[in-house]
Every structure is written in structure tokens, then in C-alpha cells.
């Protein structure tokens, strides 16, 4: 082999490898002899509650953990809520699968499970993420937009929770999640439920009514922090929507004549006082 066709096949290989690459940009991850050195999902906040049900002791959570990693969806992520009454004894056990995380974002769930007897300690641990690498930069990952939003208390301690959820892409979402989180005068998470919305077209925003009970302390609700999310353990359905562009915020034309003349400003007076 000449000195040129060794150049020339090195020149080759370099470009082959150049196009298996990664897309540049990557945020800058670290990356150790087994590939990039992901961080662990992180638990913001969580909080549980125990209220007497009809058919025992209703157990409900609320949770938000967030993906510090900025180019990887955490999949196949589940938490694990275990009870324990005054002896120590287990009297509730529930794996909750969870969605998937988005790319630099948080997922904000709720849950409730029924134990025969009253838990005193009520704690969640949660399964490690499965990491895949996302198709689209995280910009293109559009947050799913509430509008009307309300809540009221109910006579019963309850609070009602409304509003509407929009989806700023032009593909369909064929089923979401929205999450209503409600906190304190101090910010801290006292509760929150979940309910689901189907079928949401660009353009048409589709409502949304969810009940929150058992609410963890008897401090007034000052808020409410509510979201929406695809379904599934996999970032798929996400990355689908992604795929196929959002939308501009509007496209519809305006319907009225535009004005004869620019309308202009007035100056406010000048104040001539001593």
C-alpha cells in the first residue's frame, strides 16, 4: 500500500466514523470509557396522606422528580410506596410506573392506594431511569399550554380543580396526563391528583376536571401548579409530537379591517407647578 492510498483510506475512515457520530452540540456531556456519564433522576419534593375511606385507609401521594440530563429521556421509571402501621408492620405495598421524564424537564405525578389498616409511615423509593438519547434538541420539546384555570374548595375539605389543556403541535396528542399540584402560603406540596385527556387537535383546547382530597395538613391551599404530560413509560409519544412541528402560536388571520390611520399617541401634560 502506497503512502497515498494509506492516506487516503485513513481520509475515508475518518469520515465514516465523522457521520456515526453523535449530532454535535450534546451540552456537554461527559463521557467515560462506557459512553456519557449520566446523572440520576432527583427527587424534588414528595409528600403522602392517610384518611379513613369507606373501604379502609386511603393512602394518596404526590411527587415531582426532575431529569438533570439534557439530551436523554428517563424511561421506564417507577416508584414504590410501602406503609407501615405503629408495629412496623407492611399493610400496603403499590409500584407505581411512572411517565417517561423529558430531556431537562420534571415529571409531576400523583397517586392513592387502599391499606386494610393505618399506616403511620408512609415511604417512596423509586426505581432507576432507563436512559435513551432523544432525536430533537430539548427546545423542540414545547410544554403543553393550561389555560382557564381555577380551583375551589368544596364544603367536604376537597378541592375542585378546572381548566383546560392545549397541544401546540400539529400532530394530534391522542391521550395526556394533566397533574394538579396544590401548596401552602409557604409553597410546600400538600397534595395534588391526576386525570387523563384525549385526543387534543391543535387549536382546540380540550377541558379538564379533576378532585383533590386528602389533603396532607390543614394549612389553606394559595395555589396551584398544574401541568400536562404525554402517557407511557416511553418518551415516544412525545418525541412523535416533537417530530411533526408546533404550531405558530396563532394562524388565524385577523377578521377586522385594519385602521384608515395610524391612530398615534398623546403625550401626557407636562406639570407646569412651582
Not at 113 to 124: E, F, G, N, Y
Not at 136 to 151: E, L, N, W
Request: hydrophobic share 40%.
Amino acid at each position: 500500500m502506497t503512502q497515498r492510498s494509506r492516506h487516503t483510506t485513513a481520509l475515508a475512515l475518518a469520515l465514516v466514523l465523522a457521520a456515526a457520530a453523535p449530532l454535535g452540540g450534546c451540552g456537554g456531556d461527559e463521557r467515560g470509557p462506557e459512553g456519557p456519564r449520566l446523572k440520576p433522576l432527583v427527587i424534588k419534593e414528595q409528600t403522602s396522606s392517610v384518611t379513613q375511606g369507606a373501604g379502609g385507609y386511603v393512602v394518596t401521594w404526590a411527587g415531582v422528580v426532575a431529569n438533570p440530563n439534557r439530551w436523554y429521556f428517563g424511561e421506564n421509571v417507577a416508584a414504590t410506596v410501602v406503609g407501615r402501621d405503629a408495629a412496623g408492620k407492611e399493610v400496603v405495598r403499590m409500584e407505581q410506573p411512572l411517565d417517561a421524564v423529558p430531556p431537562s424537564g420534571a415529571l409531576k405525578f400523583t397517586g392513592q392506594a387502599t391499606a386494610s389498616a393505618r399506616p403511620v409511615d408512609v415511604k417512596l423509593t423509586y426505581k432507576p431511569a432507563v436512559w435513551r438519547r432523544a432525536t430533537r434538541v430539548p427546545s423542540a420539546y414545547v410544554p403543553f399550554p393550561i389555560s382557564s384555570a381555577g380551583t375551589e374548595k368544596l364544603g367536604n375539605g376537597s378541592y375542585l380543580v378546572t381548566g383546560a389543556v392545549a397541544n401546540p403541535y400539529a400532530k394530534a396528542a391522542t391521550s395526556l396526563v394533566v397533574t394538579a399540584l396544590l401548596r401552602d402560603r409557604a409553597g410546600k406540596l400538600v397534595g395534588g391528583a391526576s386525570t387523563y385527556v384525549d385526543d387534543v387537535h391543535a387549536g382546540a383546547p380540550r377541558r379538564f376536571v379533576l378532585t383533590v382530597d386528602s389533603l396532607n395538613g390543614a394549612g389553606a391551599v394559595a395555589s396551584t401548579d398544574i401541568t400536562a404530560r404525554t402517557w407511557g413509560s416511553s418518551g415516544r409519544p412525545y418525541e412523535e409530537l416533537a417530530l411533526s412541528g408546533a404550531v405558530p402560536a396563532s394562524t388565524v388571520r385577523p377578521r377586522t379591517p385594519p385602521f384608515t390611520r395610524d391612530r398615534g399617541y398623546q403625550a401626557m401634560p407636562v406639570d407646569r407647578r412651582p
